[in-house]
């Protein structure tokens, strides 16, 4: 399987500091935001994963994640010259994608809750259709928003709609088949002017393949595209860290759990490491794995 990041688009909502860095580079807490995009693939077991950027862009994602090899994973870089919709990403990355199922989530988005792993698992394990992930929203005409049937069967989404029916808004994280680059280029763009991710959805719906993966209770899902919602982004982050010791989209560390890497290999990221407290850190979490 492979996965697919978009973190292109010009973040205006973030303006001025968008003007002159990526807002997915921005950081969340302790780490740059697109850091937990990736783990959420990371921990979905993909090990090839494209990155969809800005051409201005591409090469300060580059200096930061390199093309994976420290974490296990291979990393490749794609460019997006104007942002043209969601769906876009499975025209830009169709010779990536090949004829394999694939994930993409949306760079911006954060996912964290207890048994995470094994929602992602069941996602990637379920071979052919799509697997979309919802969650309860506040202000569902803010997004794509799904309608259910009395056995909670998919029966409509609708791209930000006037009076939802629903406050079950699409959390942007996607799993498809081989078939999604076939059913993204019979796209049409919207009255927006850009191809819609809601379209795409519909596409798998029609055909009685949609399977709508629900974020409930102790799962949280959260979109950093506000200068307010960025800020609470990195009080929950900094607030589950102090709490629990642990930390949140610690790529290295997923990376030693999934067996992407070995203890060796961890090591020698333990000893490049340039900030102290993680150092410890993870030094910890390799203490902890070689006793267990």
Known sequence: MKGIIMAGGKGTRLHPVTLVVNKHLLPIYNKPMIFYPLSVLMLAGIREILIITNPQDQSSFDRLLGDGTRLGVRIQYAQQENPNGIPEAYMIGRDFVGDEASALILGDNIIYGQGLSSLLSRAAGRGTGATVFA???????????????????PIRVLEKPDNPRSDWGIAGLYFFDSNVCDYAAQLKPSRRGELEIVGLIEAYMKRGDLCVEKLRRG?????TGTPESLLEASQFIETIEKRQGLQIASLEEI??????????????TIASSQNPVYTAYLQRVLDEDLTN
């Open 135 to 153: 969650s309860q929203v506040s202000d569902p005409e803010n997004y794509g928003v799904f309608e259910f049937d009395e056995n909670d069967r």
């Open 255 to 268: 990376a030693l759990q999934m067996g992407f890497i070995d203890a060796d290999q961890f090591q020698h």
């Open 219 to 223: 799962f949280t899902w959260l979109d």
